[in-house]
């Protein structure tokens, strides 16, 4: 090879390649050794440690092949972590099912990690057969290891199918991140949990449970800024959240009773009720819901939200109008949501970007509408033009557009009135219809859009 044309990384030493590999996952990282001999193991020496049975483990394989393989998981480990040089590492990840026949070996993983001082810790030993939408109610398959509370520095935790003993966490005192899936929890544990480690800004729950009266984070200087709580079974879906820093809420679950006090810093609200099973008139609880995220300028929301949300006394929109910037529909643009979407274009009058995240979606057979709703004239007949629309709405995404009539009836009002429209993004669906249409039939029905009457002047659509 020419001197001019020499691989740059042949000059470099191994310490800066080292540094260079600890910015890949770790997957990544062990695919570097293919590069040359230079780089064959500098993998090895990556502070950020990922050990998925992923990698070996087979769910399609009988259980016998099954074991096999999962013994060699644990003998790559072992023999990973016994060679791995004398450095400190950022992170260890471990992820495996089934793990009781191994839990000496888990030990000795974590007594490594505390060993090397490690800031964030993953333990995931949750069964991926496990049905996230089911309401049975998993015990843990392990407990953290004892010597896991030794470390001092933890910045992030996440333990999925793994209890943790809170009255055992007071070194944990620049603990930032914490992840709990899949293991019984109390409203003690939550409070023990902020109070003995008060840096946490950051607290997942995913399918935790226990037989609690009620969801409460109402501490004094709490500064928690994301919470996220994700198809949690609680027998009573009541959540009482005051917490002036929160930034970030994202629920999945049941409609409950929500109360959040003080949430003027509230910027990105994401909900999801798709475990609803039939349909409910209880709009009047998400329609406070809503009143108390006044501060979002990001809000996503769901089908059963929008199928919901308008039976209530104003089913028309908001008293109080929100504050919502960009609003992000998981529809399936059924006739259902109709009076939703309306309700949200109301009350969204400061709106500047609109998506419609088109696919499947729960669709209630028994829904009844507040007003009678004819759907090939609720666009068109008898309409109000929203402030939203005709003010502010800058940007529409249209993401698995099919061109049905539902997306061409919103999409067709939104444009006629969209005075203010600079561009209209569609995102073409790759999957085949009911009756065998395709991509290409669904791009032949982006002409239909563009011979709409338009008000802006400044209008593009973009097709992708």
């Not at 064959?40 to 990698?55: G, K, Q, S, V, Y």
């Not at 001092?152 to 996440?158: A, C, D, P, Q």
């Not at 009756?435 to 029905?445: I, L, Q, V």
Request: negative net charge; aromatic residues 12%; contains cysteine.
């Amino acid at each position: 090879m020419d001197g001019s044309h020499q691989d740059m990384f042949t000059t470099l030493t191994n310490d800066l390649l080292v540094l260079i590999v600890g910015n890949l996952p770790f997957k990544e990282a062990a695919r570097t050794s293919i590069l040359s001999k230079q780089w064959c193991n500098i993998w090895r020496e990556t502070a950020i440690l990922e050990f998925n049975e992923d990698f070996f483990v087979k769910f399609q394989e009988n259980e016998e092949t099954q074991i096999i393989q999962r013994i060699a998981f644990f003998d790559f480990v072992r023999g990973f972590i016994a060679n791995y040089p004398q450095r400190e590492i950022q992170s260890f990840a471990l992820a495996c099912s089934k793990p009781q026949d191994f839990l000496a070996d888990i030990q000795d993983f974590v007594i490594f990690a505390v060993s090397r001082n490690v800031k964030e810790l993953e333990l995931d030993l949750s069964d991926p057969r496990w049905s996230e939408d089911d309401l049975d109610n998993h015990l843990a398959v392990a407990e953290l290891p004892f010597q896991a509370y030794h470390l001092v520095g933890l910045e992030s935790l996440k333990l999925f199918s793994c209890s943790i003993d809170v009255s055992r966490v007071s070194n944990f005192t620049t603990l930032k991140d914490v992840s709990l899936g899949w293991i019984k929890i109390s409203i003690t544990f939550i409070k023990s949990l902020l109070v003995t480690c008060p840096l946490i800004e950051s607290l997942s729950l995913k399918k935790c449970w226990n037989v609690i009266e009620q969801f409460e984070i109402s501490l004094p200087n709490l500064k928690l800024k994301n919470l996220i709580l994700e198809k949690c079974n609680f027998i009573h879906d009541m959540f009482w959240i005051d917490g002036p820093n929160i930034k970030f809420l994202k629920y999945s679950g049941k409609i409950g009773h929500f109360h959040l006090l003080d949430q003027r810093n509230l910027a990105e609200v994401d909900l999801d009720f798709g475990m609803e099973n039939e349909f409910k008139e209880v709009g009047a609880f998400l329609y406070d819901f809503l009143q108390e995220l006044y501060s979002a300028r990001v809000m996503t929301v769901c089908s059963v939200f929008l199928q919901t949300i308008a039976q209530e006394a104003e089913p028309l929109g908001l008293h109080a109008p929100i504050n919502v910037r960009h609003l992000i529909l998981k529809t399936a643009m059924h006739f259902n949501e109709f009076h939703g979407i309306r309700f949200m274009l109301r009350s969204c009058p400061r709106l500047e970007v609109l998506t419609f995240d088109i696919g499947p979606r729960k669709i209630f057979p028994d829904y009844v509408p507040p007003f009678e709703l004819d759907p090939h004239e609720f666009w068109s007949k008898d309409i109000r033009i929203h402030r939203c629309i005709r003010r502010s709405l800058l940007v529409v995404n249209v993401k698995a557009f099919k061109g049905t009539l539902s997306e061409l009836y919103v999409l067709k009002y939104i444009i006629c009135y969209g005075r203010q429209l600079e561009q209209l993004n569609l995102y073409i669906s790759n999957e085949e219809g009911e009756n065998g249409e395709n991509r290409d039939t669904y791009m032949a029905r982006v002409q239909q859009i563009r011979e709409f009457e338009n008000s802006s002047l400044d209008l593009q659509i973009s097709v992708f």
